[in-house]
């Protein structure tokens, strides 16, 4: 009987498994990108490299995936709302594409910032489109923990990127990084449609296929109905109409706390930290850089996967609110490293301070700070707006990302390293009040009953 109950719940969460992994698949891409800069920025900028560096275009060149992803995320709420979430995680995969193919023809630092631009693209378009994609086909027990896997995804990217980084050659890896896109591409191009999308372009056979595919031990009809009720609810509008919708208290009080979820999680340092992690253990006088810059990624891999079975079990709050106070534990105890440092203070005993900065703040990251914001997005919207607001949190999460990145280096110019990251750790400690007075818990409710809560408040 034990093994009838497992096969019969594999039986149930398979397709929504596979569709989780395939969109996992395609944050391991963008992870590889957003890691890109940490190994290879130091070598590019070292004396001895064919293609070299000043620091100020290694700077642009870190800072314009975001910059990218701000533009990527507009071409990501057009693209969901006229060709679907599953096409749109399709058509992702061209400019991640085009981004390693310039990196492997690159000649001067212009290639690499076309390259960026093109992976930021990438970024920003899937940002607008996997929550909402994972949202539309997954049931509600397991939503959270497919928005985390994919999130993990991200994070395993990064330390690969961290490995190659070590020991390839920029263009050996990029060669590497672009062949798996081609068996991505097949995939979603085998995955059905969502049956929300299918239903408002009224491809009622189409749905009820996607629905015998997603939703497979569930009555086809039933969940036609409730999805169909779901849609008609919020009636088919022009755009300006659906603009609109936002001056409604509910809706309005979703999309503030989503941008600022989004905001803090690109605020919180960690574009700093991801692009410049190898140059911030060498300016701690780390040993080894390298060697731990791939020990934490990998900490943070283990952090994603915790994240997975802790998001549906803790509640999206709590964690979050446990992940920033992580957070800004590990960001301090980088300010006080660089604190004593610029003092030219000199304590053997401490020399494990920023290793163990770094750990907590890799882990805490990604447990809770990472996963959140998108398994809020996912769930909290009704559909009519739902497009239009994940446009608007990827681009509040790219302009964050672009002006954090960028202003990395000039800021430590101006204020001292120490200072940064001090700055940043006050930023984060926010978090916990902001999530404890307006944030509401989603945890285990379907899309309209999140809708019937934010309309209770």
């Known amino acids: ?265 690109q605020i919180c340092g960690f574009n700093n930290v991801l692009f410049y992690m190898v140059q911030i253990l060498q300016d701690s006088k780390v040993n080894n850089p390298e060697d731990f810059a791939m020990y934490v990624s990998a900490a943070g891999v283990a952090a994603s996967t915790l994240s997975i079975v802790m998001i549906d079990r803790c509640g999206r709050r709590w964690l979050l609110i446990v992940s920033s106070i992580g957070v800004s534990v590990g960001l301090a105890g980088l300010g006080a490293h660089f604190l004593l440092l610029d003092q030219e203070e000199t304590f053997p005993n401490l020399h494990w301070l920023p290793i163990i900065s770094l750990f907590v703040f890799e882990i805490a990251f990604f447990v809770g700070l990472m996963s959140v914001p998108s398994a809020v997005l996912s769930e909290i919207f009704p559909s009519n707006v739902k497009c239009i607001a994940a446009c608007f949190a990827s681009l509040a999460g790219a302009i964050a990302a672009f002006a954090s990145t960028r202003s990395f280096q000039p800021f430590i110019g101006l204020m001292g390293t120490s200072n940064v990251f001090f700055m940043h750790a006050g930023i984060t400690l926010l978090i916990v009040p902001y999530a404890i007075i307006f944030m509401p818990e989603t945890k285990g409710k379907t899309l309209q009953q999140i809708q019937e809560l934010l309309t209770r408040r």
Not at 48 to 54: C, E, K, P
Not at 66 to 86: D, E, Q, S
Not at 197 to 210: G, T, V
């Open 1 to 265: 009987m034990i093994q009838v109950a497992k096969k019969t719940t594999l039986q149930k969460y398979f397709p929504q498994l596979v569709a989780g992994l395939g969109v996992t698949m395609v944050l391991v891409q963008l992870g590889l990108s957003s890691g890109w800069s940490s190994p290879y920025l130091p070598k590019l900028q070292h004396p001895d490299s064919a293609l070299r560096l000043t620091a100020d275009e290694a700077s642009w060149v870190a800072s314009l995936l975001n910059l990218g992803r701000f533009c990527g995320a507009f071409c990501g709420a057009l693209a969901v709302n006229y060709c679907g979430t599953k096409r749109t995680m399709l058509f992702n995969l061209i400019p991640v594409s085009m981004c390693w193919l310039l990196t492997i023809l690159a000649r001067d630092a212009r290639w690499l910032y076309a390259a960026r631009f093109s992976g930021g693209l990438g970024l920003g378009m899937t940002y607008s489109s996997f929550p909402l994609y994972l949202g539309e086909v997954s049931f509600p027990e397991i939503r959270g923990s497919l928005v985390s896997m994919a999130s993990c995804g991200g994070t395993f990217g990064v330390m690969l990127s961290n490995i190659a980084g070590k020991y390839l050659a920029m263009e050996v890896s990029a060669s590497i990084y672009l062949a798996p896109c081609l068996v991505f591409i097949a995939l979603f191009w085998w995955l059905p449609e969502s049956p929300h999308y299918l239903i408002k372009k009224k491809d009622f056979k189409a749905a009820k296929a996607s629905i015998s595919w997603y939703r497979a031990d569930h009555n086809v009809e039933e969940e036609f109905e409730s999805v169909q009720q779901f849609i008609n609810a919020a009636k088919e509008q022009s755009f300006t109409e659906k603009l609109a919708e936002f001056k409604k208290p509910a809706i309005r009080r979703a999309t503030i706390l989503v941008i600022l979820l989004w905001t803090f999680m």
